[in-house]
């Protein structure tokens, strides 16, 4: 296999995996990629590595440009396994040396025996014959360990997690693929792995402000070299809470009633002009859920009651978006019950450590909403409308 020249004498030689469909909870029907980049130079050096079953197809394709014997360094930006976990293989082949943030060899020393490491700090440089290294450390985007490397003539970021997508493809930069599935699988991407880190991106963007950068070489998807300000604006955006006038309508139903619920809720948004979007969550999955709740101003939550609490797959839902955080939505809890509730209680509980507003009183209903009930579900979206447009 070949390596990909992003710029001069610097090469992606990572990874292609088409048939990944579970990024660790998160769902990734386009498969991924595991970027790895190669400086060719005085000394080679090999900029993160890739996930280990594909580690002879990184080899096979370093070994395009170079024996792969020369490579002379290795930087690690990043412990979690997907980057790390062929870099045992990796310094038994070479014989190089790994460098990483100290958090970055503390968590490389969790993870693996026996390899030889040494701890950059923050804003460090390295003289690789004409061509200057740095290292950027961005704590928490999202691992105590991350850090950017910089190739200073080349303006060049090697930004890690930072501006990926879970996109396999043939193509390797922003130029040559469909800008609509490049931007969904950006926010789809930033949604369920870097929501919860908006402060450390504005912080980083603050760090990174003055670079001079041509290429945005992530570690998964396409490598952005054309429109950088393109995702650079929707990472500000993101990372400030921005939305828009929308409403995701989120739910589980178990013989019907909580469905009912839901879409007259839906429509009452829907009459305010708002837009709408409902999942049932029988039919969808968390991670896409997140995507559309990115730039939305309200999440509505919806379940039936099922042995005094939430519905499974609506408490599997909650609970995932309470770990991710999202900042500045408007959060309102809905469902139905037979004779004992429990699952609208637990939902608002939820949903207040989540840290949504959560001001709009809940909305139960007993079996079965009868038309007037359906008429109140309307109302209640119409009042959720409202609040979106603050008005
Ligand atoms: Fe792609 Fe945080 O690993």
Partial sequence: MKAVEITKDVYWVGAIDWNVRNFHGYTTPRG???????????????IDTVKKPFFEQMVSRIRSVIDPKD?????????????????????????????????????????YDNIVMEAVVDGH???????????????MLHWPDSMFTYLVEDKVLFS?????????????FDDQVDQDILMFEAAKYYANILLPFGA????????????????????HGIIWRKDLGKIINAYLSWAKGESKEKAVVVYDTMWGSTQIMAEAI??????????????????????EVMKEVLDARAVVVGSPTLNNGMFPSVAD?????????PKGKIGAAFGS??????????????????????????????YVPKEDEKIKCFEYGRAIGRKIKGS
Avoid: C
Wanted: no cysteine.
């Fill in 32 to 46: 991924s990629t595991y970027n790895a980049y190669l400086i060719r130079g005085d000394t080679n050096v090999l």
């Fill in 125 to 139: 440089e390295l003289r690789i014959g004409d061509r200057t290294v740095r290292f950027i450390e961005t704590p």
């Fill in 266 to 287: 839906a429509d009452g948004i829907a009459s305010e002009g708002v837009e709408v979007r409902p999942y049932r969550l029988t039919n969808s999955d968390r991670s």
């Fill in 200 to 219: 450390q991106v504005l912080k980083t963007f603050e760090k990174v402000k003055g670079l001079d950068i041509n290429i945005l070489a992530t570690s």
């Fill in 160 to 172: 890690m997690d930072g501006f990926g997508q879970h996109l396999a493809t043939t193509e390797r």
């Fill in 71 to 111: 490579v002379g360094l290795i930087v690690s930006n990043h412990v979690e396994m997907d980057h790390s976990s062929s870099l045992p293989m990796a310094q038994g082949l070479t014989g190089a040396k790994i460098l990483a943030s100290k958090k970055g060899i503390e968590g490389l020393g969790f993870h």
């Fill in 317 to 325: 839902f909650v609970i995932y978006m309470r770990g991710l955080r």
């Fill in 337 to 366: 019950y037979g004779w004992g509730g429990g699952a609208v209680k637990a939902m608002r509980e939820n949903m207040e450590k989540t840290g949504l507003d959560m001001t709009l009183e809940d909305l139960e209903m007993r």
